[in-house]
């Protein structure tokens, strides 16, 4: 069973940095991509980045571009999102996310990925 778990989610100032953490359960060969994704009061649920399991590359929305970097660590299963220069708009709760499914595009919208998280609260006061 795959189960991606998050973690590091806080308040913080506006300007600050966080690192959230996604470590995910189960077979690794399974995954085509692991996702972030998040969700402010009174929006959708957005894309933020990805990591394609395999090769390592990676994709972001253009409003975070520059500022969060997603990598990932095999040995551990662990998916990392470093956001730097948090502003007020990037408050939201983060899921993390595995897509175990093919799609011929590049994983850039929530309904790509079939397994998630719990999420973790992200706040950034002004």
């Known amino acids: 069973q795959v189960q991606p778990v998050e973690s590091g989610g806080a308040l913080v100032q506006a300007g600050n940095s966080l690192r959230l953490s996604c470590v995910v359960s189960g077979r690794t060969f399974d995954f085509y991509a692991i996702g972030w994704s998040r969700h402010a009061p009174g929006k959708e649920r957005e894309f933020v980045a990805n990591?394609?399991?395999?090769?390592?590359?990676?994709m972001y929305v253009a409003s975070v571009k520059g500022r969060f970097t997603i990598s990932r660590d095999y040995a551990k299963n662990t998916v990392y999102l470093q956001m730097n220069r948090l502003k007020p708009e990037d408050t939201a709760v983060y899921y993390c996310?595995?897509?175990?499914?093919?799609?011929?595009?590049?994983?850039?919208?929530?309904?790509?990925?079939?397994?998630w998280g719990q999420g973790t609260q992200v706040t950034v006061s002004s």
């Open positions: 996310a595995a897509g175990t499914l093919y799609y011929s595009g590049t994983y850039t919208v929530p309904n790509n990925y079939n397994y």
């Open positions: 990591i394609r399991w395999d090769s390592g590359s990676t």
